[in-house]
């Protein structure tokens, strides 16, 4: 026997989206998380149906110290080719014609439950940002995490720094540099940016028994990825003990000197006055670091108006050294130690 309401809306979800007045409530989206990276990547289109091949140089040219009489030994420089690999992110959003239409405003009804599956995709895209791994998800795209992976032995370790914790509830906080010639995000060639959100109107579907009925279908995709064009212009402190940092201000304070990382974060980015830093961290991460604010000789933990360029409004932003410090709640607190 089919199990009802596991992917579809019933008649309880129907009660529990309309007012005693038979309007349709005003849902409070209590799963929804602060993604703020969405207000900050840039998307190109890729060169590749698939996504996007980018050339780095490899090596440089070595001149030559001539004397008189002698010649210059020919050299030249040599570059590799990276592929960044786009995924395909989908959903459908079924609603029954009879459910959505019981008290007269269909597409209120279908906005409610539209809503959910963009931020679940907001919420899945800021993960696999952080984590993605095709090694092990081979549909999604590799996220920052399995490039910056080890504080030595790999090309990037030089931007990873470790902030000391050796315990089971270490998070990491990332510096990114976002340009089209350092990181951007990706979308292939000849489709479209960002999320595409398709009305596909009356159609019949089927239930887990193979028996159809009419419902109002809704489509969602999202091709996308990230080009890590140059990776000196990503930095990441991991090992940051999360219940270490969480004593900041404290008596007994046994908080890493997380500001002290974050400074050596930033001289590890090449200059570059064309790049947008910016700092991301979890909630609890920027909490500690809103503590710093109160100590009256801070002088580099700011609170500034910065214009969002997605809702076109000013927000109060932390910033460090003029950087803003932005809130992925996808990063967890859970990570295992980076040796």
Partial sequence: MAVLGSDKLTLLDWARRVDPDGKIA?????????????????????NLPTGHKVSVRASLPTPTWRLLNQGVVRTKSTTNQITETCGMLEAYSEVDKDLASLNGNTSDFRYTEDLAHIEAMNQEFSSVFIYGDTSVDPEKFVGLAPRYYATTGATTSTNVISAGGSGSDNTSMWLVGWSPSTITGIFPKGSKAGLSVDD????????????????????????????????????????????????????????????????????KLPPNGTIKPVFYCSNRVRAMIRVKLFNKSNTYITLEDWLSPISGLKRPTLAFQGIAIRRIDEITVTESVIS
């Fill in 26 to 46: 005003a849902v409070a989206e209590t799963l929804n998380h602060y993604n703020e990276i969405l207000d900050d990547v840039t998307f190109i289109e890729g």
């Fill in 200 to 267: 596909l109107g009356l159609q019949t579907v089927y239930d887990a028994d193979l028996k159809p009925f009419q419902a109002y279908r809704t489509h969602f995709q999202w091709k996308c990825g990230i080009a890590v064009r140059d990776w000196r212009y990503i930095v990441r402190i991991c090992n940051i003990d999360i219940s270490d940092l969480e004593t900041s201000g404290d008596a007994s304070d046994t908080s890493s000197n997380l500001l002290k990382f974050m400074s050596q974060a930033i001289d």
